[in-house]
């Protein structure tokens, strides 16, 4: 039985094929072909190895690598994806799996495939994982029986920790970066890092970002077609959703860490926009 990536569409011409080299990719050191559409022969595993936000063009879904949402993506082989933003921060180890090891560890684990790319979170057990399996790409020992097991349990960590991605229109993140540059990374980094206190300092952010309130706000509302009061809204209700699907928070939790003021009024909102309450959603999304 072929795997299914193999009956992939070839690619596209306009996207130029790559080497399959593993490398550390920092600010200084981004290839400019990465942010053109191009494409590998093998798996192209890339892992955020610390704190900071890259945006990847894949198959029209745009994907945010972030420490608060997915820290790894692994793209199939033969699909064109692109760079669209990093952030002066960001360190990416860009890995390759070889195709025949995914498909034995696919045979095992069976997962379904909804798109030409994983992504997951677990940014610990990722990065600690990337490093191990860069020392065996680059190391010049023969790989004895160990190092097989190892692969063969890193190949099967991706199919059973990696889940297709979200679409771009769902996070505000992505939205934000695409339309406003670096003002937007600059308010998206801030939400992250704010999205709690209440009331949120949109005077802190202004400053940040060497404006006026009123003139921060402006340039958000129009880009967006959101008020001030609804990005605060949509960047609570996304981190919510985020952290819903752990049955282990409580939902009191949930709500301060969000920036809600009080469980009842987080539920209210939920409600309004999901149309279930959150103790529902959640048993209809748990993970």
């Not at 790559?18 to 892992?47: C, G, Q, S, Y």
Request: proline letters at 7%; aromatic letters at 8%; charged letters at 25%.
């Amino acid at each position: 039985m072929t795997a299914p990536w193999h009956r992939a569409p070839p690619a596209s011409a306009a996207a130029k094929v790559e080497t399959d080299d593993d490398e550390l990719l920092t600010i200084e050191k981004w290839p400019r072909e990465v942010f053109a559409p191009h494409w590998h022969e093998e798996f192209n595993w890339i892992v955020l190895m610390r704190p900071g936000r890259a945006v990847l063009a894949i198959e029209g879904v745009e994907l945010v690598l972030d420490p608060s949402r997915y820290a790894w993506a692994c793209v199939f082989p033969r699909t064109p994806h692109a760079v669209v933003h990093v952030s002066d921060d960001t360190e990416v180890l860009s890995l390759f799996v070889e195709p025949k090891l995914m498909e034995r560890a696919w045979r095992v684990a069976r997962p379904p495939i909804a798109s030409r790319v994983l992504a997951g979170g677990r940014p610990e057990i990722a990065r600690g994982l990337a490093l191990a399996w860069g020392e065996r790409r680059l190391s010049d020992r023969a790989h004895d029986a160990f190092d097989r097991a190892f692969a063969f349990a890193l190949a099967g960590w991706l199919w059973r920790s990696g889940e297709a991605p979200r679409a771009a229109d769902e996070s505000l993140a992505v939205r934000l970066r695409i339309e406003l540059g670096a003002l937007g990374d600059e308010v998206a980094t801030f939400l992250d890092a704010h999205l709690a206190e209440q009331p949120f300092p949109w005077p802190a952010l202004a400053s940040r970002a060497d404006l006026s309130v009123r003139t921060l706000q402006r340039r958000c509302a129009a880009a967006l077609g959101l008020s001030p009061s609804e990005l605060l809204t949509r960047a609570r209700l996304e981190r919510a959703r985020d952290l819903i699907r752990d049955p282990a928070r409580a939902l009191g939790d949930i709500a301060l860490a969000c920036g809600f003021a009080t469980q009842a009024h987080f539920s209210t909102v939920w409600k309004a926009h999901t149309g279930a309450s959150p103790s529902q959603w959640r048993r209809d999304h748990a993970r």
